[in-house]
């Protein structure tokens, strides 16, 4: 019985080191925001992908027809956004959300077309 005890306790703990850090940069914050070319056409099927700072995982959401984009379930912090897009050169923005239930106002990125 003791044995089946410590396998449960070892299994427990392995799990929830393998569900910590991804846990760590979920939250309630909320991002949103429109992306567009240089001539102000939304573009859709945009990667958009976020890290924050000093943790593991990403959050990643596309842009809709609109040009639309949301990213929610977020933590407090420093935030750093890529907006990819194949044909655009990727364009990086930081966010700070100061607080668990932060919403900042809609951010609108512009990309342009890569240079060959």
Not at 55 to 78: F, I, N, P, Y
Request: a positive charge; glycine letters at 10%; proline letters at 4%.
């Amino acid at each position: 019985m003791k044995r089946c005890w410590a396998a449960l306790i070892v299994l427990t703990c392995l799990l929830g080191a393998t569900v910590a850090p991804a846990a760590q940069f979920r939250g309630l914050g909320r991002v949103t925001g429109t992306v567009t070319d240089e001539s102000g056409a939304p573009l859709k099927d945009v990667s958009i992908h976020a890290t924050l700072a000093g943790h593991d995982g990403v959050l990643e959401e596309k842009s809709d027809g609109k040009g639309w984009w949301a990213l929610s379930s977020m933590a407090r912090g420093e935030w750093h956004l890529v907006f990819h897009a194949p044909g655009y050169a990727p364009v990086a923005a930081k966010v700070l959300l100061e607080a668990e239930l932060a919403h900042i106002n809609p951010i609108a990125v512009v990309l342009k077309k890569a240079s060959k």
